[in-house]
């Protein structure tokens, strides 16, 4: 079975302007969280959804907004990037939503590169 | 609060000798506890968890991990490190109820030839 997939793999953008990276679960996984990873820094939690509800949200400004499709599928938006924005960004896929013992399995990341 | 402290920035290690890599945690409640190891320009690569039961949880790649509760720590070991092993490590723990994972700041592992 494929893993969790993540598109694009790479993007530059410069300030201002708004990103939208997707992200496919593991098939018959339902939550899909987003994380960004800083260099040299662990992951940050930014969202989770489980059945196209957000079930939690990190400490992120409302420029970061999330959704997710029937498919279960779904979209990190980023709105007036800034250069800190620069990071890898991660969707991780689980079967259940948090509060179980699920393991969450990450994607390759899309590296997002703000000039 | 939940927190993951991971006190070494990068371990060194020859190969063959065993490897630990350190992590504590503070949570509230049962923790469940993660490694994940992470290659140059890759996700994160899930290594294994403690939910509950044995205090000794064995994963993949030959790795194991430790949890103590009295210390609040779940170290990573391995018997013999091989040099494909030199990685960047996260511990992460999740409270149960929750619906994130707290990451550490990572241990660079360096497994010399």
């Known amino acids: 079975d494929a893993g969790v997939t993540q598109s694009p793999t790479h993007l530059i953008k410069t300030r201002g302007q708004q990103v939208t990276l997707r992200c496919s679960p593991i098939s018959g996984h339902k939550s899909v969280s987003w994380y960004q990873q800083v260099l040299g820094q662990g992951p940050q939690f930014i969202f989770q959804?489980?059945?196209?509800?957000?079930?939690g949200r990190g400490n992120f400004p409302d420029r970061f907004s999330a959704r997710q499709f029937p498919n279960y599928s779904s979209e990190l938006n980023v709105n007036a990037l800034l250069l800190g924005d620069s990071a890898l960004y991660l969707c991780a896929s689980s079967s259940t939503d948090a509060g179980q013992r699920e393991t969450q399995y990450f994607g390759p990341g899309t590296r997002l590169l703000v000039l | 609060a939940q927190s993951v402290a991971q006190p070494e920035d990068q371990v060194n290690v020859a190969e063959g000798n065993p490897l630990t890599v350190k992590c504590t945690y503070s949570?509230?409640?049962?923790?469940?506890l993660f490694w994940y190891v992470q290659y140059p320009n890759r996700g994160l690569q899930f290594l294994l968890k403690?939910?509950?039961?044995?205090?000794l949880v064995k994963g993949s790649y030959g790795f194991e991990a430790e949890f103590n509760k009295s210390q609040t720590s779940f170290h990573l070991k391995k018997p013999s490190a091989l040099v494909s092993d030199s990685a960047l490590y996260f511990c992460a723990v999740r409270a149960s109820g929750t619906y994130k994972y707290i990451f550490g700041t990572g241990t660079r592992l360096k497994v010399l030839a």
């Open positions: 403690y939910i509950t039961g044995d205090n």
């Open positions: 959804y489980y059945e196209k509800e957000e079930r």
């Open positions: 949570v509230s409640g049962n923790p469940y």
